[in-house]
C-alpha cells in the first residue's frame, strides 16, 4: 500500500531513515520544530522541511507543486518515517537560533 502511495520516495526515504539522516531541530522554550535531512546525492546536502507541508529540495517544487505528480519528496516522506519510528536525532537550539535558520529557507 505504502509504495502504490509513495513509489520510488518510500525506497529512497526508508534508505535516508536508515543511514540516520534525518535530524529534528527543537526550538527552546517553545517546542517549535523543523527536520533537517541528509539528501542521497554525493554531496550530500541537507534539506529543511516540514513533514507535512514544505521541503527545500527542488524536487518538491518541480514535482509536487509543479507537476503534482508526488505526494511528497523523498526528504518529507523520511522525516515522516523517522519521526514515527523516533530514528530522529534530536537537537535543541533556542528559539532565536530556529527562527534564524528559518529565515534562511
Known sequence: MLHFLYGKNLERATRIVDQRGVKRI??????????????????????????????????????????????????????????????CIEDKVSDEQLALLLSKL
Open 26 to 87: 527543537f526550538g527552546e522554550p517553545s517546542g517549535r520544530s523543523i527536520f533537517q535531512v541528509v539528501g542521497e546525492s554525493r554531496r550530500k546536502e541537507e534539506y529543511f522541511c516540514f513533514a507535512e507541508q514544505y521541503c527545500a529540495c527542488y524536487s518538491f517544487f518541480y514535482d509536487i507543486v509543479n507537476r503534482g505528480e508526488q505526494l511528497c519528496c523523498k526528504h518529507q516522506l523520511a522525516a515522516r518515517l523517522a519521526a514515527a519510528l523516533g530514528a
